[in-house]
């Protein structure tokens, strides 16, 4: 049966206000939805929120000067509140929504999801960069695990991702992007978390060739690495010649026919430990946005991305390991104050 006039756009106006109202406020009382929809594991996502609000009139008047270049009918269709914008860019990152799927969903228009996309990117970028993520060693061994009990000095666990890239259609670009060990083009950048769990080390993403040796001398770890301090990396993570410090690594069998008692135990124990870096990899990746090959388009915008997924691991989830759940506190430079969330 058709509807008439009146009731069909009395109809319109209903859809259209509950697509108005798709936000976050929407599942303020499900856990289980918040974690879909952002990755963050609680509604707990408003103490994030209250730490970068003070900073949001800085990225505003970089939304302004985007803008100047628009005209004021497609300004006019902006109006999600700032929270929700966040909302959407974490819909974004976590789900890997489209753009078009989500400008239905808020009921914006396609540019104007765009905008905000690139606008909180390089706002979440900055305002968490600010972060000092590289730990003391004196806060390290406060919040050293147990585990760790054999090897107090660790500082780092190291590891290599790749992400899969579109093939450029230039041979010479193919060959600097390809990865043999994918079999596919690649950014490669390298990981370091501290042994309780929290990122401590991002580098920017390289080319798929590169080596874990290259990539660790040019990503400037090296800077902070210092003698008494130790590394914890996997077996073919060949990198002694380069670092000051102490490595840990599970043995290799260096033409023997087998490894004794004490160095099996040790590459167990350390092949145990070594994983977490692994596991806080695979946290990261399970940012949707990650799951298909991130098109040469995003190029310029690839490493604020992936960044800012790495730095979202120390504030969406609980430890790595429950034992684990004492963190420190992250402190975040607001405008000349200083705010701190500590997640117990």
């Given at each position: 049966?058709?509807?008439?006039?009146?009731?069909?756009?009395?109809?319109?106006?209903?859809?259209?206000?509950?697509?108005?109202?798709?936000?976050?406020?929407?599942?303020?009382?499900?856990?289980?939805?918040?974690?879909?929809?952002?990755?963050?594991?609680?509604?707990?996502?408003?103490?994030?929120?209250?730490?970068?609000?003070?900073?949001?009139?800085?990225?505003?008047?970089?939304?302004?000067?985007?803008?100047?270049?628009?005209?004021?009918?497609?300004?006019?269709?902006?109006?999600?509140?700032?929270?929700?914008?966040?909302?959407?860019?974490?819909?974004?990152?976590?789900?890997?929504?489209?753009?078009?799927?989500?400008?239905?969903?808020?009921?914006?228009?396609?540019?104007?999801?765009?905008?905000?996309?690139?606008?909180?990117?390089?706002?979440?970028?900055?305002?968490?960069?600010?972060?000092?993520?590289?730990?003391?060693?004196?806060?390290?061994?406060?919040?050293?695990?147990?585990?760790?009990?054999?090897?107090?000095?660790?500082?780092?666990?190291?590891?290599?991702?790749?992400?899969?890239?579109?093939?450029?259609?230039?041979?010479?670009?193919?060959?600097?992007?390809?990865?043999?060990?994918?079999?596919?083009c690649t950014l490669k950048g390298?990981?370091?978390?501290?042994?309780?769990?929290?990122?401590?080390?991002?580098?920017?993403?390289?080319?798929?060739?590169?080596?874990?040796?290259?990539?660790?001398?040019?990503?400037?770890?090296?800077?902070?690495?210092?003698?008494?301090?130790?590394?914890?990396?996997?077996?073919?993570?060949?990198?002694?010649?380069?670092?000051?410090?102490?490595?840990?690594?599970?043995?290799?069998?260096?033409?023997?026919?087998?490894?004794?008692?004490?160095?099996?135990?040790?590459?167990?124990?350390?092949?145990?430990?070594?994983?977490?870096?692994?596991?806080?990899?695979?946290?990261?990746?399970?940012?949707?946005?990650?799951?298909?090959?991130?098109?040469?388009?995003?190029?310029?915008?690839?490493?604020?991305?992936?960044?800012?997924?790495?730095?979202?691991?120390?504030?969406?989830?609980?430890?790595l390991v429950k034992a684990w759940?004492?963190?420190?506190?992250?402190?975040?430079?607001?405008?000349?104050?200083?705010?701190?969330?500590?997640?117990?």
């Amino acid at each position: 049966m058709l509807l008439s006039g009146r009731k069909f756009a009395c109809y319109e106006v209903e859809s259209l206000t509950l697509r108005q109202r798709f936000g976050i406020h929407c599942f303020q009382a499900s856990d289980k939805d918040i974690r879909f929809f952002t990755m963050f594991a609680s509604y707990d996502l408003m103490r994030f929120w209250a730490l970068i609000e003070p900073s949001l009139p800085s990225m505003v008047s970089v939304r302004q000067a985007q803008r100047g270049t628009f005209t004021e009918s497609n300004a006019a269709t902006h109006s999600l509140q700032a929270i929700d914008e966040l909302f959407l860019f974490l819909n974004y990152h976590a789900l890997g929504s489209k753009q078009r799927d989500l400008a239905d969903r808020y009921n914006a228009h396609q540019s104007t999801v765009s905008r905000i996309i690139t606008s909180w990117s390089n706002f979440l970028f900055t305002v968490l960069s600010s972060v000092r993520i590289w730990m003391p060693e004196e806060q390290i061994r406060t919040f050293l695990p147990a585990d760790f009990k054999d090897y107090p000095d660790t500082t780092d666990i190291l590891d290599c991702t790749e992400l899969r890239y579109q093939c450029p259609s230039s041979p010479l670009l193919q060959s600097e992007v390809f990865s043999s060990y994918k079999s596919h083009c690649t950014l490669k950048g390298l990981i370091g978390i501290a042994p309780h769990g929290a990122v401590t080390f991002i580098s920017v993403l390289y080319a798929g060739s590169i080596s874990d040796k290259q990539i660790t001398r040019e990503s400037g770890l090296l800077t902070l690495l210092k003698p008494g301090m130790a590394v914890m990396v996997d077996r073919g993570f060949l990198i002694e010649d380069i670092v000051p410090c102490k490595i840990y690594r599970p043995a290799f069998l260096s033409g023997r026919s087998q490894m004794s008692a004490g160095e099996v135990r040790e590459t167990q124990a350390i092949a145990r430990l070594g994983v977490h870096v692994e596991r806080l990899i695979r946290r990261v990746k399970e940012h949707k946005f990650f799951d298909s090959e991130i098109p040469l388009r995003l190029f310029g915008s690839i490493n604020q991305l992936y960044t800012v997924a790495c730095l979202l691991t120390n504030y969406e989830n609980g430890p790595l390991v429950k034992a684990w759940a004492k963190k420190p506190e992250l402190r975040l430079n607001t405008g000349g104050t200083d705010v701190s969330l500590s997640w117990e």
